[in-house]
């Protein structure tokens, strides 16, 4: 046991074994509920909160980041029991060591998460054209072709201010509903056009169930 120990804190298997007590930490919150599994954030695009998640092939960065380093110690550990001499001959030996096993570990880890892609399916985040087709609540007094606000829902119930303008002579006042036609990505602003629910053949008078 004592072996076990002076190895694994010795130079230079105790970069990685720091590395893996922060690893089992993490997932000990996560079993716990008390962090994302996944290793990013979920937010809408108002907030800006949304985050990239992914890293060797496409798994979540989490996942790829513990097998790295899992596989890191491992090889050091070995290395450290089996090529690494005491001494002062062994701190430059060690520091080869310490340098091969990151490559080593780097694409050991990229076979390793290959057959893993397929549990991950790729996530996109929220988009501002997810919007277009939606129908707004109208926020400011006024809309014209350099002003106007709104507040439009997501289909996950989210909602989002957003900045909207209007061409024509149908006024649309703080209130009225709007129906979001088009995104202006230069401007960043939506078109937006009175919306009557009576003409929408899915809520329409007509509409029958």
Known sequence: MGAFIAAATGFPAVVFTAALAVVVLYWLLVALG??????????HFHSRAHSGGRWLGGVPVTLAFSLFVAVGWLIS????????????????????VLIGTGFVSWYATKLLVRPLHRLFPDEHGPS??????????????????????????????????VQVRQTGNDALAGGSTGLLYAYDEPGEFFWVAPYDSALDPRTGPGTTG
């Open 34 to 43: 008390a962090a994302d599994a996944h290793g990013h954030g979920h937010g």
């Open 128 to 161: 501002r054209l997810d919007f277009v087709g939606l129908t707004c609540t109208i926020r400011t007094g006024r809309v014209d072709a350099d002003f106007g606000q709104a507040e439009v829902r997501a289909a996950d119930g989210s909602a989002a201010t």
């Open 77 to 96: 550990f070995c290395a450290s029991v089996l090529l690494v001499p005491s001494g002062p001959a062994g701190v430059l030996v060690g520091a080869v």
